[in-house]
């Protein structure tokens, strides 16, 4: 099974300001990497695949990065709508495996 | 729009057995639909697949032998059933809609997930 690791755990940061998350793995994945944004008491949403490639209505700000085993998912300007829990999720082999989450919040 | 919609919250004895269901809307009912939980606390765990035909499913082997899923094209609507419940399986299920990535290196086709149910609550007690 594949392991995926996030850090931090938790980040503070002003709005406005830029905040980077970071995914690894415990073996390469090429670029099968997604990242979901969490909010409480709603389901994940999805933010990115293929590691780079934001789905469909997420905004500019949100950008990811990597290959193999190190990926970062990049917010550039945080707005207050963006203050959750982001996982990243690996899709390179079975079973599908999630990191344990980074939770952002307002510093 | 898609939607998926799922059943509600169960409470459950140990060793009984739970079934939840996900009602997909607003697109052709032909893709991979995945089941997630989410125990209180912990990360999302995948859990298993059923494909676009009811033909094939895998499952993750944490839940080998305890889990069923099944899917009825005709109401659109995918099924999870957990067997043997334990205090420990009280957790948020969520079904997800898979989109298929061919690895083009390794032949695999594996998943990420574009859409979620709302997610249900399982709670196992005594």
């Known amino acids: 099974e594949i392991v995926m690791t996030q850090s931090p755990a938790a980040l503070s940061v002003s709005p406005g300001e830029r905040a980077t998350l970071s995914c690894r793995a415990s073996q390469s994945l090429s670029s099968n990497l997604a990242w979901y944004q969490e909010k409480p008491g709603q389901a994940p949403r999805l933010l990115i695949f293929?590691?780079?490639t934001r789905a469909t209505g997420i905004p500019a700000r949100f950008s990811g990065s990597g290959s193999g085993t190190e990926f970062t998912l990049t917010i550039s300007s945080l707005q207050s709508e963006d203050f959750a829990v982001y996982y990243c999720q690996q899709y390179n082999n079975w079973p599908l495996t999630f990191g344990q989450g980074t939770k952002l919040d307002i510093k | 729009q898609v939607q998926l919609v799922q059943s509600g919250a169960e409470v459950k004895k140990p060793g009984a057995s739970v079934k939840v269901s996900c009602k997909a809307s607003?697109?052709?009912?032909?893709?991979?639909m995945h089941w997630v939980r989410q125990a209180p606390g912990q990360r999302l765990e995948w859990m298993g697949w059923?494909?676009?035909?009811?033909?094939?499913?895998k499952y993750s082997p944490k839940f080998q032998g305890r889990v069923t899923i099944t899917r009825d094209t005709s109401a659109s609507t995918a099924y999870m059933e957990l067997s043997s419940l334990r205090p420990e399986d009280t957790a948020v299920y969520y079904c997800?809609?898979?989109?298929?990535?061919?690895?083009?290196?390794?032949?695999?086709?594996?998943?990420?997930?574009?859409?979620w149910g709302q997610g249900t609550l399982v709670t196992v007690s005594s």
């Open positions: 607003g697109y052709t009912f032909s893709y991979a």
């Open positions: 059923i494909n676009a035909g009811n033909t094939n499913t």
């Open positions: 997800a809609r898979g989109i298929e990535n061919l690895d083009v290196l390794t032949g695999y086709r594996l998943y990420y997930f574009d859409y």
């Open positions: 293929g590691a780079s």
